[in-house]
T-cell receptor, first 115, second 112 residues
Framework: AQSVTQLGSHVSVSEGALVLLRCNYS??????LFWYVQYPNQGLQLLLK??????LVKGINGFEAEFKKSETSFHLTKPSAHMSDAAEYFC?????????????FGKGTLLTVNP | SQTIHQWPATLVQPVGSPLSLECTVE??????LYWYRQAAGRGLQLLFY??????ISSEVPQNLSASRPQDRQFILSSKKLLLSDSGFYLC???????????FGPGTRLTVL
């Protein structure tokens, strides 16, 4: 069974600082991995996805993530935080064992950006 | 382009009352459809998913049910709401050949 662990339920950074949100997964098959962002009282928006192509994936809003099989990690980074990046971020893994694209989500990391 | 709608946006209901939340998708055919519940600090919990009209899979035994009367319509229901049904309900869709899911704006349900 797949699972996702997001280290740190709350991360606080200063504006202009590096953003690093951690995600580790477990999967019995090669995974597909996703990062989503959620602003207050809104649905989730896809930031980026890894589907077994390039291990460094670039997404929207300047975010990127690197798939590291040896570390079973898919950490999300952004070189310089903006105030508008304040939101909750979810990492997800696809259950690709033939079960119709179900996603398993982590519990989320709330990102706060301080001026 | 594809869009996904949910209504109502917010709902306050008394314990024991019925529930009906609706989700519709535009701009695609034969989508996989999903209902999630999000409780504070607990991430997303998959409640139901559907791969076709009338085909519903339940992930968690509970007080809720789902139906898919049309290809692009997904309904979440309850006959009698419990306090524990409060939360943020999200509908999502994915394409048959895609892997990612696309989410609707959500419905905030408060059961009093």
């Amino acid at each position: 069974a797949q699972s996702v662990t997001q280290l740190g339920s709350h991360v606080s950074v200063s504006e202009g600082a590096l953003v690093l949100l951690r995600c580790n997964y477990s999967s019995s098959v090669p995974p597909y991995l996703f990062w989503y962002v959620q602003y207050p009282n809104q649905g989730l928006q896809l930031l980026l996805k890894y589907t077994s192509a390039a291990t460094l994936v670039k997404g929207i809003n300047g975010f990127e993530a690197e798939f590291k099989k040896s570390e079973t990690s898919f950490h999300l980074t952004k070189p310089s935080a903006h105030m508008s990046d304040a939101a909750e971020y979810f990492c997800a893994v696809e259950n690709s064992g033939g079960s119709n694209y179900k996603l398993t989500f982590g519990k989320g990391t709330l990102l706060t950006v301080n001026p | 382009s594809q869009t996904i709608h949910q209504w109502p946006a917010t709902l306050v209901q008394p314990v024991g009352s019925p529930l009906s939340l609706e989700c519709t998708v535009e701009g695609t055919s034969n989508p996989n459809l999903y209902w999630y519940r999000q409780a504070a600090g607990r991430g997303l919990q998959l409640l139901f998913y559907s791969v076709g009209i009338g085909q519903i899979s339940s992930e968690v035994p509970q007080n809720l049910s789902a139906s898919r009367p049309q290809d692009r319509q997904f309904i979440l229901s309850s006959k009698k709401l419990l306090l524990s049904d409060s939360g943020f309900y999200l509908c999502a869709w994915s394409g048959l050949s895609g892997t990612e899911q696309f989410f609707g704006p959500g419905t905030r349900l408060t059961v009093l």
